[in-house]
């Protein structure tokens, strides 16, 4: 009997602890799309106790607890921190074979060497242990991100995002690069019209504009995707149901828009239309100036209407959708390639009924122009574990190559969520290491240690040029 967690944790045969340990194990992480708040790293930060660093923001945690018969007062509501802490050491034991209890002790151990399983009895040890060591200078947050060996950040910034901190920590210096990611999901979102137009006031102001004109809105758009780009971003990003790729007309987006600033009701077909021609538009951006663009594709958000209007977005109340992904797609990657206008590409999957087809897709628009041009990025949310790395990893190996895969990303608001890059990589070199065991792969361990070094680390190097 193996036990828990030990330094071959993940890794079943000897061909795969060699190839983690002598290929995988001490290389820096690039993290290139994540949500960590960009104010507490040039900070550089100091927690109050591990409850503000392990369970503020972390939905999953949340959802966890909720289901464990935990008020929300426990959660998100006003108790104490300390108070909170019991609550998640609480539901812990059974999280058993949810990922989480595996994350739960592989960051206590990572980051604060505490090897005692959480439950209500370990909870004020745990909790005064790791509380003292988040007060010294080494357990700031740039400490937290140098214990990983984390070499560069991209957070996730809204166009009207002033990117101060990103200037302050360039300018200060710090162990860490960080740069923003131009994320303009809510500029291209007209469900809500009210909402809409108090973000293209947001916009003017930020802009010094006024903002009557679809014409005005894209150029005060394009000015900040250019100062993103002075402050140093090359990665945009979108999270959407499915990609938008409806035909229409420029005389179309102009009636829309007028309709949106009026505070007019729009038609579905309108909606559509609008999201589409943004949608194109930041992509021509993205290829002009060279950046690498990501879609996050399948997620079905705020299903909890009552908890929406209490808690607001992102607390732990979305799910996989099963929306049609394949045709719209297609249709613009197809748009922007007969154009040479296509920039690199990263499609994240969130529904795992759709992984072959998001893994064939991408094949069809990579041209020879660049290596892994167009990728089926790492498995997401829901599916960032053991079975869902698997069968992404599976199917980008049958029907791509997955020796120019980018590899893993945390997608995380949590500074301790980094040890998910050395689960993938344990992941990753039992895959590899199964396969020479059963002869399936050559017994080559300098080729395969290559390739598992590249996906680890010197793909994403190379594709991002950070």
């Known amino acids: 009997m193996k036990p828990f967690l030990d330094e071959e944790f993940l890794l079943q045969t000897p061909t795969a602890q060699k190839l983690y340990h002598a290929f995988a194990e001490k290389l820096p992480i690039i993290d290139y799309h994540n949500h960590l708040p960009p104010d507490q790293v040039a900070g550089n930060i100091n927690f109050k106790n591990i409850t503000q660093v392990w369970l503020y923001g972390d939905h999953y945690k949340w959802r966890a607890m909720r289901t464990n018969g935990i008020k929300e007062d426990f959660i998100t509501g006003g108790k104490s921190d300390y108070e909170k802490f ?5 539901t812990v034991p059974y999280t058993m074979r949810n990922p989480l209890y595996v994350w739960t002790h592989l960051e206590l151990r ?54 101060h901190f990103h ?11 960080m740069l923003p990611a131009f994320r303009a999901d809510k500029a291209m979102n007209p469900d809500d019209l009210e909402v809409l137009n108090a973000y293209i006031d947001q916009l003017e102001s930020v802009t010094n504009t006024s903002i009557a004109s679809y014409e005005a809105y894209l150029s005060a758009l394009k000015s900040r995707h250019d100062y993103f780009a002075e402050n140093g971003c090359s990665v945009s990003d979108h999270g959407l ?17 007028e309709k949106i600033r009026a505070k007019n009701s729009i038609s579905y077909s309108e909606n559509l239309k609008f999201r589409s021609a943004l949608l194109f538009q930041f992509a021509i951006w993205d290829h002009e100036k060279g950046w690498v663009q990501q879609y996050h594709l399948g997620a079905l958000r705020n299903n909890n209407a009552r908890m929406l209007k209490q808690l607001g ?7 996989i959708g099963d929306f049609s992904q394949a045709r719209q797609l297609s249709k613009f990657l197809n748009r922007l390639d007969a154009e040479d206008r296509l920039a690199k590409t990263i499609i994240y999957n969130l529904n795992p009924a759709d992984n072959e087809l998001i893994a064939t897709m991408v ?7 660049v290596a892994g041009k167009v990728q089926f990025g790492s498995a997401w949310w829901f599916l960032d574990q053991k079975d869902g790395m698997t069968k992404q990893i599976n199917a980008l190996s049958n029907m791509g190559l997955l020796s120019k895969f980018v590899g893993m990303l945390t997608d995380s ?50 594709y991002f040029n950070f």
Not at 313 to 319: C, H
């Open 86 to 90: 019991k609550k998640w050491a609480e």
């Open 110 to 163: 990572r980051y604060f060497d505490i090897h005692d399983l959480l439950s209500i009895k370990t909870a004020q040890s745990i909790y005064d242990n790791a509380t003292a060591k988040l007060q010294t200078p080494e357990f700031s947050v740039q400490g937290l991100l140098q214990k990983m060996n984390v070499e560069t950040i991209c957070t996730t910034d809204d166009p009207t995002d002033d990117l």
């Open 167 to 177: 200037q302050q920590l360039k300018n200060e210096g710090g162990t860490v690069k």
């Open 241 to 257: 149901e499915q990609i938008y790729a409806e035909d229409y007309t420029e005389e179309e987006i102009k009636n829309i828009f």
């Open 313 to 319: 977005p992102d607390t732990g109340w979305d799910s």
């Open 363 to 369: 094949g069809n628009y990579n041209d020879g122009s």
């Open 413 to 462: 608001r949590s500074f301790l969520s980094f040890p998910r890059h050395e689960y993938f990589r344990r992941l990753l070199c039992n895959l590899f290491g199964k396969d020479v065991e059963n002869g399936e792969l050559p017994n080559d361990l300098e080729l395969i240690g290559k390739i598992i070094s590249d996906i680890c680390y010197h793909n994403a190097k190379n």
